[in-house]
């Protein structure tokens, strides 16, 4: 059993992006199913490089000194504080790197991000969530602050997910339901 | 999300086009430069330009979704052989968008129809 603090409640809740589902009671059993299959598609949608929300599409390039880091060049990099610092390329660091490929630009470096994707169930519907925060920094605010490098990988505010990422939950529930599942975003 | 559809296939490695032809191989030689910055796969995707100026512009009676930037509409045209030009060239057939004498898939059609009513069903 995993304890959690209600500051890690508070902090998870920020990073929540809500779809509720309006079904059948008898249906909800289903949800753990439907949010299995959407959790797959989200993560899948953002490893070929396209963006799971709505109004956005392909993940904008990789900065040049990240390439050049990947290229395992000599290359600028920043803590997560902003405070620059240049990269050896003999140094540890570039083992981050190793494997790591140019495109597409797949938001997986060590993967542990993409593997932060939860769900949370309710009476009424089911909550798809990253743990992780560095997906609330890349969809809001962009590595060190760079607006230019935001990816959206979590809907946040009135943000919807794409509908191409919901529609095989979504079909999956009407296939079970053998009734139309009506989707809502509720703002957190 | 008829975009998404196409690269979603893209990167399955299949035509979003109805009897769309897609070379499943890729030349040694590009294979061996591609792998050094992408996957050694045909997803379409080296510098990812082309793919990222996929788009759609809304005219009077619906959408036209193509490649408009100049320099990556070449390239589009040469994988979709949309011209007889590009019927000519070496670079292998992969389309991503039908000539108009072609169709999408139905399995995106059908999709875009789903959206599509249920867009207008909200509004009821």
């Known amino acids: 059993m995993i304890k959690i603090d209600y500051k890690d409640i508070k902090n998870m809740r920020e990073e929540i992006s809500k779809i509720e589902l309006t079904v059948p009671i008898e249906m909800r059993s289903k949800f753990k199913q439907a949010a299995s299959i959407m959790k797959k598609d989200i993560v899948d949608t953002i490893q070929r490089g396209n963006s799971p929300v709505r109004g956005n599409r392909r993940f904008v390039d990789y900065s040049e000194n990240y390439k050049a880091a990947i290229r395992g060049e000599k290359a600028w990099r920043s803590t997560p504080g902003g405070k620059p610092y240049q990269v050896n390329p003999m140094s540890e660091d570039y083992e981050r790197f190793k494997g790591k490929r140019l495109r597409p630009v797949n938001m997986t470096l060590s993967g542990r991000m993409l593997k932060s994707i939860a769900a949370k169930f309710s009476m009424r519907g089911f909550t798809i969530y990253f743990t992780s925060k560095l997906a609330k920094i890349h969809s809001t605010e962009g590595p060190g602050g760079k607006a230019s490098a935001i990816r959206k990988v979590v809907p946040t505010g009135n943000e919807q997910w794409k509908p191409a990422v919901i529609r095989n939950a979504k079909r999956f529930l009407e296939q079970e339901t053998l009734k139309k599942v009506v989707l809502k975003l509720r703002r957190l | ?124």
Do not use: C
């Not at chain 2, 992408?38 to 788009?55: C, K, R, S």
């Not at chain 2, 809304?58 to 994988?79: Q, T, W």
């Open chain 2, 1 to 124: 999300m008829l975009i998404d559809l196409i690269l979603e296939n893209t990167a399955k490695l299949k035509s979003s086009v109805s009897g769309g032809k897609w070379k499943k191989t890729l030349s040694p030689e590009y294979k061996k430069q591609k792998k050094k910055v992408a996957p050694g796969v045909p997803n379409m995707e080296l510098t990812g330009d082309m793919l990222d100026a996929l788009t759609f512009k809304p005219y009077r009676d619906g959408i036209e979704v193509g490649v408009f930037d100049r320099e990556e509409a070449l390239k589009a045209e040469n994988h979709n052989k949309f011209t007889a030009k590009s019927r000519k060239t070496k670079v292998p057939e992969r389309q991503f968008i039908p000539r108009k004498d072609q169709k999408f898939k139905k399995e995106i059609l059908t999709e875009l129809k789903t959206l599509a009513k249920e867009v207008v069903d909200d509004q009821d």
